[in-house]
């Protein structure tokens, strides 16, 4: 398997308004997919191209992305690796994070909160 590097920035998309002053609702996995089951992975890419064009081209509701590191998200027991698709070789996913269901909740929340922590900077979309 593929390894991303320990200084390789990492990029989450903020797909909600709020997501910019509730940092952590970004890292939280989603309770349950549109087949019903939940998220088990924290899609992310492994380079942002911050443009207008990008943002339209690729998705209708992104506000721009949070950066952190590789290694920041490994201190804290997770991992981060590969998950190309056909149509973005960059993404990649968070990978260990406690299932956000009745049972973790508090951890689920607790981890997500230390990944808002590692957020070293947020690139907004241009409008």
Request: with cysteine; proline share 7%; aromatic share 6%.
């Amino acid at each position: 398997m593929e390894i991303i590097p320990p200084h390789s920035p990492i990029y989450r998309a903020i797909k909600s308004n709020r997501w910019k002053e509730k940092k952590p609702s970004a890292f939280l996995l989603r309770r349950q997919l549109a087949d019903g089951k939940p998220e088990e992975e924290l899609s992310v890419i492994t380079k942002a191209d911050c443009t207008k064009e990008v943002c339209f081209a690729k998705q209708n509701t992104c506000f721009g992305e949070f950066k952190l590191l590789a290694e920041h998200i490994r201190e804290l027991g997770l991992d981060v690796v590969p998950r190309q698709l056909d149509d973005n070789p960059y993404h990649a996913a968070i990978i260990n994070l406690p299932l956000y269901t009745e049972e973790n909740i508090k951890e689920a929340e607790r981890i997500a909160g230390l990944l808002a922590k590692k957020v070293l900077s947020i690139q907004l979309r241009p409008k």
